[in-house]
């Protein structure tokens, strides 16, 4: 079956400190990648999509994923993480629909001061 | 500069009763898509309509479970008959333009409708 695998679920962190939260997919053929973040009382925010070409994506933010199809991952990076940070971030699947998404759980974030 | 709206935010209802979920997408959208999130899960797809017309109801339950979305007006997730299982939060999101024809485009979300049946 189809699914999209976040590894951690509570990830908490100090700022400046460097973030990396994994997902993985396993669908097979050409999929289309993201990761939203949702803030606190707020909608979800896209915050970096790959669909090809180079599989290293820059966001908003600061943030970065880097897309390993031989490892069916598309982990999220941020070389140094701030208080504002400091939310639930979702990675995304989409087996080429161009429009279902099909998100993992969630990893909750906590950057403290 | 408007999101996109869903009403209620919080929706409870008895087994056996009807939930009309609503969504309307930010302005000069015209494509919608609706996601459950079930307890202790990710985000769902169930719909992607267009106005007046639904593309894929592919993730949606086969039964008591619709979607419309009018020439006008908000787009409504309606459940007949709910159950417990219908539990969840109900999430609409909205783009400009097909997402078949524009990688570029972004699916917007609105806050979701959380739904308890009792």
Redesign the interface.
């Known amino acids: 079956a189809q699914s999209?695998s976040q590894h951690n679920h509570h990830v908490i962190l100090s700022e400046a400190a460097s973030l990396e939260l994994g997902c993985n997919y396993s669908y097979g053929g050409t999929v289309?990648l993201f990761w939203?973040v949702q803030y606190p009382g707020q909608?979800?925010?896209?915050l970096l999509?790959y669909?090809s070409g180079d599989p290293l994506v820059k966001g908003i933010k600061g943030f970065e994923a880097e897309f390993i199809k031989s490892k069916f991952s598309f982990n999220l990076r941020k070389p140094s993480v701030q208080w504002s940070d400091t939310a639930e971030y979702?990675c995304?699947v989409d087996s080429n629909?161009?429009?279902?998404?099909?998100?993992?759980?969630?990893t909750s974030l906590l950057v403290t001061p | 500069n408007a999101g996109v709206m869903q009403n209620p935010r919080h929706l409870v209802r008895r087994r056996g009763q009807e939930a009309r979920l609503r969504c309307s997408p930010m302005k000069g959208h015209s494509h919608v898509y609706w996601y459950r999130q079930l307890p202790e899960e990710g985000l769902k797809f169930m719909v992607y309509l267009q106005k007046e017309n639904i593309i894929d109801e592919s993730g949606m339950p086969k039964e008591r479970f619709s979607a419309e979305f009018p020439k006008e007006g908000p787009s409504i997730l309606r459940i007949q008959q709910v159950v417990r299982g219908d539990s969840a939060a109900y999430f609409c999101a909205s783009s400009q333009n097909s997402f078949l024809v524009s990688f570029t485009d972004t699916q917007y979300f609105g806050p979701g409708t959380r739904l308890t049946v009792l």
Request: charged share 10%; net charge positive.
């Open positions: 999209v289309n939203y909608h979800l925010q896209l999509k669909f979702f995304a629909s161009g429009y279902a998404l099909n998100f993992g759980k969630g």
